[in-house]
């Protein structure tokens, strides 16, 4: 399954730092892909956070974006 819209939602938003929602019936694995969130990368900034409920696991992660991928990185 791809992304979906409707499952990515705003929690919060602040001087340009957006925390994220999103929740999926699919593997952490594949939501973590890079790439995944290319259709909302106009939105996402880099640094924003991302809560991720997925049917495996749960994770916070970092969003950082290149010209090619918005990918999602551990925590430092």
């Known amino acids: 399954m791809a992304f979906q819209n409707k499952n990515l939602s705003v929690i919060a938003y602040a001087n340009g ?4 929602h999103y929740s999926a019936d699919e593997t952490l694995s594949t939501i973590t892909a890079n ?4 259709n909302v990368k106009t939105l ?3 640094g924003d956070i991302i809560i991720i ?4 696991n749960t ?8 010209e090619l991928n918005v990918t999602t990185v551990a925590l430092a």
Request: charged letters at 15%; hydrophobic letters at 50%.
């Open 44 to 46: 996402m900034n880099i």
């Open 53 to 56: 409920n997925a049917s495996d």
């Open 59 to 66: 994770a916070i992660k970092k969003i950082n974006i290149t």
């Open 35 to 38: 790439g995944y969130f290319n």
């Open 17 to 20: 730092f957006t925390l994220w």
